[in-house]
């Protein structure tokens, strides 16, 4: 695969991103962020990022080479961000602009030149109601719709998941290019530990009203009721805690879930290679991080069916999906029970470790770098790698090809937004925003023949062309045989 990572060598990055790992409410958004950026510095970019400042935290740092300045607070960072950007325009060459539910609005304060690509893990539309009184949830709901819409314009995106992207386009009106760029997981363990004798849910999650922890709690007392011996050990903390402790103390489940707050991660891994199974109340994510780091363990999710849980849980292989709550309880029973087979639990397993196994930091680096190269390219009016490939963007879709003969060159006659893996004897390559005439056309003029031609289904949008690798990887749902 092109290592467009590489292609950012002594490029100056700028990160907007309202917090940084080391803040106490850092979630996933600042992971996804993070681990990408290390990489590009270890590829010799620099990068900085401009965020919020935590009490008790230096202004600046140094962050795994990465240079972090802080400064304000929950709100008062965007305009701090603003004005730092005034005063750096032209500095940086890119600006990678992480959209949290309050844009930073980029455009307005780098200047018109400036290549910017937008980070959006999930739409928050339903979430601001939760956190803002009624007037500031519409001003925040206009600001993440219309308003931004209308500065960011047709800058690229790159979304998380499919669920993502469709919540872009059809609730908030986006019309510009679209890319998605999983998350990486935790590096595949080498073997699963033996699970818990006793039936045991691990949830590893911030206690945040929005991940709806209550509602697992309000099920657990009938399920108790049919599975004997369960446990229920919850990890991670947060302002919503207190409340979830009372709460399972007020519904007598103090013999049954433990409260473990936050935990190093090598605790987190012991807790998690016990368990039987997972859970995700969340009521909207973009990408289901703590579902893939426990399927790396071998343990599978139930979780309800919402944006972004809805991608990285294949329904009825590693987990199962429960389209309302009130249903919630009844399905833990039933896959507590399933799971209860030695036979089907190793099987679950070994699916959940093949499908976190698809998924990398390397990667997500590689992926969102080939945004930010093609933006470059187009900012300056230069064509990557002088492409021979003149397609026209069809919205969203992409297509799989798989070559019978590997095919050396071909990445450096495509554009960096596309994928290419070299696997034995054949090539296969993922083709953003073409549909399968102009996947042909694009394939001839490259000198590609293309033994499998198919629309891309979401399961290899977010896999990608490492996905013929794995032994049941969905090509053959889609008529390509990889054998």
């Given at each position: ?376 390219a187009r900012m300056s009016e230069v064509t ?12 969203d879709m992409a297509v799989l090809a798989v ?81």
């Amino acid at each position: 695969m092109t290592d467009h990572s590489d292609a950012l060598r002594g490029a100056r990055l700028l990160v907007l991103n309202w917090r940084d790992v080391r803040h106490p409410l850092a979630g996933g958004a600042e992971q996804y962020m993070h681990e990408i950026g290390k990489r590009w510095v270890a590829s010799g970019a620099h990068v900085t990022w401009l965020t919020a400042a935590v009490p008790g935290q230096p202004a600046r740092d140094r962050l795994d080479g990465m240079h972090i300045m802080r400064a304000g607070g929950v709100l008062s960072v965007y305009p701090r961000v603003a004005a730092r950007l005034l005063r750096l325009r032209g500095h940086f060459d890119a600006i990678v602009d992480c959209q949290n539910g309050i844009p930073f609005f980029s455009p307005l304060f780098a200047g018109r030149r400036t290549p910017i690509v937008q980070i959006v893990h999930h739409v928050h539309q339903d979430q601001f109601a939760t956190h803002f009184s009624a007037p500031m949830a519409a001003l925040g709901r206009w600001l993440e719709g219309s308003a931004a819409r209308r500065v960011y314009g047709r800058r690229p995106i790159a979304a998380v998941s499919p669920s993502t992207r469709h919540e872009l386009r059809s609730r908030l009106g986006y019309r510009g290019p679209i890319f998605v760029v999983p998350n990486g997981t935790v590096p595949l363990p080498a073997e699963r530990r033996r699970r818990a004798a006793d039936p045991t849910i691990v949830v590893v999650s911030r206690l945040v009203p929005h991940k709806r922890i209550d509602l697992l709690l309000g099920h657990l007392g009938m399920v108790a009721d049919e599975v004997p011996g369960l446990r229920v050990e919850i990890v991670g903390d947060g302002p919503d805690r207190a409340r979830l402790q009372s709460l399972a103390q007020e519904l007598g489940l103090q013999s049954i879930v433990t409260f473990h707050g936050r935990v190093s991660d090598e605790a987190r891994d012991e807790l998690l290679a016990c368990g039987w199974l997972t859970t995700s109340t969340s009521q909207a994510e973009g990408w289901g991080c703590t579902i893939l780091e426990a399927a790396a363990w071998g343990v599978p999710c139930l979780a309800l069916r919402v944006p972004g849980v809805r991608d990285s849980v294949l329904d009825g292989e590693t987990g199962w999906l429960v389209d309302e709550s009130r249903h919630l309880g009844s399905a833990l029973v039933r896959a507590l029970r399933e799971l209860a087979d030695p036979t089907r639990a190793q099987a679950v397993a070994d699916t959940c470790r093949t499908w976190a196994g698809c998924f990398s930091w390397d990667r997500s680096a590689n992926l969102l770098a080939g945004i930010i190269h093609s933006e470059l390219a187009r900012m300056s009016e230069v064509t990557p790698h002088q492409s021979v490939d003149h397609r026209e963007a069809r919205s969203d879709m992409a297509v799989l090809a798989v070559s019978t003969h590997r095919q050396p060159d071909v990445e450096h006659q495509l554009r960096a937004v596309d994928e290419v893996v070299h696997f034995g004897d054949r090539t296969a390559v993922v083709l953003n925003g073409c549909d399968e005439p102009a996947a042909t056309a694009v394939l001839r003029r490259v000198g590609m023949p293309a033994k499998s031609l198919q629309l891309v289904d979401n399961r290899l949008m977010l896999a990608g062309p490492a996905a013929p690798l794995a032994p049941d990887n969905g090509l053959a749902e889609l008529g390509i045989d990889t054998a």
